[in-house]
């Protein structure tokens, strides 16, 4: 921290909620503030042994002593956050700027009727575009309008920008994947706005030079849930075979699967300005891995997986999920083995600079 941003690589179910939850305990930032889209996207908590599948409250809600913000870019559905709040106990320390749409029955009832959405695209039918599309003509009822979010309504950008100035901790989630961006993704299999980090930080107020820390979230494979293009996609018994099997956390349908993507790896890395990478779910790739909190606990084949991502990124693989709990971490942030890959890294960022002269 002070400032970090952590988004999707892939095409969301990266682990996102796993990660912001391990960062908010472990780094205890003053302000978790949610970008990225809707209550069409789900992140996955598990905390306490207790497991929270939330579509609106930031995962940073485990770390009691956090401030929750929701930013002007997100759209939200009330019944939706208001049974999150009272799920999370979070009531008390919510914020949701005034500027927020607001996703209306009516919405989810016109991505229901169109084919186009549920048919070819696979929409997850939240209302989200229907509400984002109202939005982008000036139309759609603001969170300010909504009696029942009075209790939790207010500036949330102004805040922001507060705790900027007082050098406090902030996180900034963003949500689903790179490549279900309505700019950067595999279009027209995308969401309705864009997903990268750029945007997350648009969606809540802070400024490109205001941010400290880009996290780019990979699994060790590639899932995608819904329509549209997967490379190297295997058939459903090899999937079950692997134990890759999984189900998406809004519409419960089935993920497709694939190996991990480098070349998908690097265009991410490049389009949301990587300073890291968090890869989750190592253990499912490597049974072995299953509870390491050291690097030196990882097996050979293991710690070469790890090494070419860094190698083909340029980009240090600081954070390791080993297990479905927030604490199934091995952190490389303050290792020689992260800061390896650094220089790289370095060298890569001066070029663009002297590309520039």
Known sequence: MPCTVIVGGFFGDEGKGKIAAYLAMKDKPDICVRGGNGPNAGHTVIHGGVQYSLRLIPSGFVNPSTRLLIGPGVPVDPTVLLDELRKTDSERRIEVDNQCAIVEPRHKEQESRSDHLSKKVGSTKSGVGACNAERALRMAKLAQQIPSLKPYVGDTVGEVQEALLENKKIMIEGTQGTFLSLYHGTYPYVTSKDTTASAACADVGVGPTQVDDVIVIFKAYVTRVGEGPLEGQLKRDEVARRGWTEFGTVTGRERRAA????????????????????????????????????????????????????????????????????????????????????PVLERKKLSHVEARR
Do not use: M, Y
Not at 281 to 290: E, G, N, R
Not at 300 to 306: N, S
């Open 259 to 342: 190996p991990f993507d480098f070349k998908l790896a690097k265009r991410a890395v490049q389009l949301n300005g990587a300073t890291q990478i968090a890869l989750t779910k190592l253990d499912v790739l490597f049974p072995s891995a299953k509870g390491a909190r050291r690097g030196d606990d990882l097996d050979g084949e293991a710690r070469e997986f790890i090494s070419r991502i860094e190698r083909e990124t340029g980009v240090p693989v600081t954070l390791i999920g080993t297990g479905p709990g927030e604490e199934d971490i091995i952190d490389r942030r303050r290792t020689n083995a992260a800061r390896a890959v650094q």
